[in-house]
């Protein structure tokens, strides 16, 4: 807000005021330099996922189930034989993402992260290549800013009662020609910079 004049909320996220006479902006995709606005920086590096604003502010996103979740905890597995041969399970609790549209772990052949026809936020299966018929890869993920997939309107998080989320609210994109229940609420989805290792040894 500056003045009497208040920034809308579009898709989940707050847009703020940028220059004299300003205009509104989206600071999950764009930065306001003394009245100038540049675009962010794509992410180079690993990041993890954050839910900003509305009921869910603040939650962390977790891979489950070869879906996205905003739950506390990701779904990982480690075989036995890592630390029988010397090495180390990641123990973060966090899904990391990487490289793209892939997921930062150890697994050989690692894992890619996509969105499903019916919108949902997945990712594929260790030990294999194969991914949904239609499956829409290509998210831009900005530097402490936006998570995003081209094309769509946004993001929903739709609440649910599987024993996956305990109870908790699944991820999907808003593709066009999809309609969703009003279970499912807007939100904005922003990246969180990791500067550790693996996140898991693969997601399950």
Avoid at 22 to 29: D, E, I, L, S, V
Wanted: hydrophobic share 30%; net charge negative.
């Amino acid at each position: 807000m500056r003045g009497n004049q208040l920034c809308p909320i579009i898709d989940g996220t707050a847009t703020q005021p940028c220059g004299t006479p300003y205009g509104c902006y989206n600071p999950g995709q764009l930065s306001c330099d003394n009245g100038t606005l540049t675009s962010k920086p794509v992410e180079s590096t690993p990041y993890t996922l954050v839910v900003r604003g509305g009921q869910f502010d603040g939650r962390v996103i977790n891979a489950c189930s070869q879906a996205f979740y905003i739950r506390d905890l990701p779904c990982t597995y480690c075989p036995d034989v890592v630390p029988q041969q010397g090495g180390v399970c990641p123990d973060t609790n966090q899904t990391v993402l990487s490289d793209g549209d892939g997921l930062y772990v150890e697994v050989p052949g690692g894992q890619l992260f996509y969105v499903n026809t019916n919108g949902a936020l997945g990712y594929t299966q260790a030990h294999s290549g194969s991914f949904p018929q239609g499956a829409v890869f290509g998210v831009t993920a900005y530097e402490d800013g936006e998570f995003i997939l081209p094309g769509s309107d946004g993001w929903v998080a739709c609440v649910g009662t599987s024993a996956f989320m305990n109870p908790g609210s699944q991820i999907y994109a808003k593709l066009p020609g999809l309609t969703f229940s009003n279970l499912c609420y807007d939100v904005a989805i922003w990246t969180v910079d990791w500067n550790d290792g693996p996140g898991a040894w693969q997601y399950t």
